[in-house]
């Protein structure tokens, strides 16, 4: 379960101050699918570096499992991604020096990596595994990031505009694989998206709406 309470943060330039979320509460159940909308600047990418711990925020409080983000040391949050996160972002952050599928079994971090194969050809990206990433597609590249998101079968699965880069046929596939992920696997999958066709497709569909989250 990840709880937010009364959250408060602002990004500070040189030159101004902007709030991007101001007494922001909400509540996620421990599984489910979640999609989080909202016009581009609104804080989605935000929210989900917060909630990933990836960034700080000024006030209030997020308890990820009953674990409160505030009051752990970086090891230990860093600790708490490597077992329980999985993550995929707007700009995916593939290692350029391993193949695909080198940078699958990495994320795994050790851990069982048996589930590759499948991930990779599910998502229709098995012709490319022992490509590097500069030698693949956008869109290829975007379905890769997933597939290295899932490959150590994540209990939270939070992604950045999953489908972003992507062609309907292929979007289609990224969106029943994930959803079926998080069936079968009883994970809470949280993405953020401009489609609101995928975005209705969630159990439930948040709006980031005068810097608070809104279920809608
Ligand atoms: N590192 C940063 N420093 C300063 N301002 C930032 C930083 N990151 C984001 N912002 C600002 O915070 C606001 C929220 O940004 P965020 O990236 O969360 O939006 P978003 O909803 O993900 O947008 P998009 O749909 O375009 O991806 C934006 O106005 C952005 O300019
Ligand atoms: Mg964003």
Redesign the pocket.
């Known amino acids: 379960m990840i709880s937010i309470k009364n959250l408060h943060k602002s990004?500070?330039?040189s030159s101004a101050k902007?709030t991007?979320f101001e007494n922001a509460s909400y509540e996620f159940n421990s599984h489910g699918v979640y999609s989080v909308v909202?016009?581009?600047?609104?804080?989605?990418?935000?929210?989900l570096?917060l909630i990933s711990g990836l960034?700080v925020f000024d006030k209030g409080s997020i308890e990820i499992n009953g674990k409160n983000l505030d009051t752990l040391s970086i090891e230990a949050k860093s600790a708490l991604r490597k077992v329980d996160f999985g993550f995929g972002y707007?700009f995916h952050y593939l290692l350029e020096n391993l193949t695909i599928h080198e940078n699958c079994i990495a994320a795994c971090h050790g851990q069982d990596n048996s589930h590759i194969a499948s991930i990779l050809n599910k998502l229709g990206i098995d012709h490319i595994k022992n490509k590097f990433p500069s030698k693949v597609s956008g869109g290829e590249k975007q379905r890769a990031s997933i597939a290295r998101a899932l490959a150590k079968q994540p209990k939270i699965l939070i992604l950045?505009?999953p489908t972003g880069n992507l062609d309907q046929e292929n979007s289609l596939i990224v969106q029943n694989f994930l959803l079926n992920y998080a069936s079968e696997n009883k994970s809470l999958v949280i993405y953020?998206t401009?489609d609101i066709a995928f975005a209705k497709r969630a159990d439930k569909s948040l709006n980031?709406v005068e810097r608070s989250i809104l279920e809608k």
């Open positions: 990004y500070t330039d902007q991007v909202g016009s581009s600047g609104s804080g989605k990418t935000t929210l570096n960034d707007q950045d505009e953020a401009h980031i």
